[in-house]
């Protein structure tokens, strides 16, 4: 399995076996920190339970989705920050119509994953707060 890339302009070409794909990064800095985030939530997800998981996990999750967004595009901060704010809060809400429940097993299993299980105002200030940690370390690193 062979698998490198090059980096050239903004552009990064991915090269797996004889496929080439090209994918634009704009912002390394913000998609390394993703993948760290993205394996922090993985490893809270699977080995830590109560507070680590239900509340700092909360508070990671719109970091993780804030990175993933400026990793891809040049969107101001307060647009990124609104946009995830948006799409943190819609997913916690989709919670209340029990859509998870809707669906055949194996998309459930999906679903659940991606929504959660359950409604609670707790999350929503979790977001929030996460939100303003970015807010507040753009901030300092004067992104605005």
């Known amino acids: 399995m062979v698998f490198f890339f090059i980096s050239f302009r903004n552009c990064t070409y991915y090269v797996w076996r004889h496929y080439t794909f090209k994918i634009l990064i704009y912002h390394k800095k913000y998609l ?9 939530e993985v490893v ?6 109560g507070f680590l998981r239900h509340t700092i996990g909360d508070v990671i999750a719109p970091i ?6 400026k990793s891809f595009t040049h969107i101001s901060v307060s647009k990124a920050l609104i946009v995830v704010l948006l799409i943190s809060f819609a997913i916690e809400f989709l919670q209340l119509s029990n859509l998870q429940n809707m669906y055949p097993k194996n998309i459930a299993y999906y679903l659940k994953i991606i929504l959660g299980t ?6 929503l200030i979790a977001y929030t707060l996460g939100l303003v ?10 992104q605005f």
């Open 44 to 49: 809270i997800a699977r080995y830590a339970s």
């Open 118 to 123: 359950s409604f609670d105002i707790g999350d």
């Open 32 to 40: 390394i920190s993703f993948v760290l985030l993205f394996i922090v």
């Open 64 to 69: 993780l989705v804030y990175c993933f967004i």
């Open 133 to 142: 940690i970015v807010y507040v370390i753009e901030k300092i690193n004067h």
